[in-house]
C-alpha cells in the first residue's frame, strides 16, 4: 500500500496542469489537512498574481490521487515558485504585454522541459497578429515531453504560428504523435507523419529522420 501511494505520488508531480478548477470541487474534495497545507501558498498567489485556478487544479488533483496532505502542499508550493518565474520570464520577454494565467503555466511547464525564454520570443515574434501563447507553447512542450528535439519542436511551432495553422489543429498534434511512437516511430520522424496527416506544411529544410 506505501509503495502504491508512492508511485501515485510521483506521477501526480509529473502531470499537466488542469485548465482549471471548479468552486464547487475545491469547497465539497478539500480536507481541513490539505486545507492547511495549502492554505499559505494560495494566499501568496493571490497577492502575487499567479494563475490561482492552476495551482487549485493541482491541489485537486494530488486529492484524487490520495497524496498525503504535507506532501501535497510541497508541490503545490513548488509549482507556484515555477509559476512566479514564468511570469517574470514572460514580462521580461514580452514587456508591456498583458499576460494571460494560461501563458503563466503554459511557460512554466515549457521551462519543465528545458525550454528557455528565445522560445517564447520566438514564438511571438512568429506571430503575424500577435495573440495567445498559451496553446503553442503547450503543444511545443508536448512535443519535447514525447522526444522530439527541442530544436526540431520550435521550428516546427514557429512555423505553424507563423503560417497561421488552427490552432485547434495544432492541438492535435501530441495525440497523433503518439500513434505513431506506439508504431515504433523515432519520435522526429513521428512528428513529421503527424503533421502530414493534419496536412500542416512541414517548415522549409526540416530532416524528419535526423
Do not use: C, Y
Not at 32 to 52: I, N
Not at 122 to 127: F, G, N, T, V
Not at 133 to 156: K, M, N, Q, Y
Not at 180 to 198: D, E, I, K, M
Amino acid at each position: 500500500m506505501i509503495r502504491a501511494r508512492v508511485l501515485a505520488a510521483a506521477l501526480w508531480v509529473a502531470l499537466p496542469v488542469a485548465a482549471s478548477a471548479q468552486a464547487g470541487d475545491w469547497d465539497a474534495r478539500l480536507d481541513d489537512a490539505t486545507r492547511a497545507a495549502v492554505e499559505a501558498t494560495l494566499s501568496e498567489a493571490v497577492r502575487d498574481s499567479l494563475p490561482l485556478g492552476a495551482l487549485r487544479s493541482k491541489v485537486l488533483e494530488g486529492v484524487a490521487k490520495a497524496v498525503p496532505p504535507e506532501r501535497i502542499g510541497q508541490v503545490v508550493a513548488d509549482f507556484a515558485d515555477e509559476l512566479r518565474a514564468a511570469r517574470s520570464m514572460l514580462r521580461e520577454s514580452l514587456p508591456g504585454r498583458p499576460i494571460e494565467d494560461g501563458e503563466v503555466a503554459a511557460v512554466a511547464m515549457a521551462t519543465r522541459q528545458g525550454l528557455g525564454p528565445e522560445v517564447v520570443r520566438s514564438l511571438w515574434a512568429s506571430r503575424p497578429n500577435g495573440g495567445s501563447l498559451e496553446i503553442p507553447v503547450t503543444v511545443l512542450s508536448e512535443l519535447v515531453r514525447r522526444g522530439v528535439s527541442p530544436g526540431d519542436a520550435s521550428a516546427v511551432m514557429a512555423h505553424v504560428v507563423r503560417t497561421a495553422v488552427p490552432l485547434h489543429v495544432a492541438a492535435q498534434l501530441p495525440g497523433k504523435i503518439d500513434g505513431a511512437l506506439g508504431a515504433g516511430v523515432p519520435p522526429s520522424a513521428a512528428l513529421g507523419q503527424a503533421l502530414r496527416t493534419l496536412n500542416i506544411p512541414e517548415p522549409p529544410g526540416r530532416r524528419p529522420n535526423e
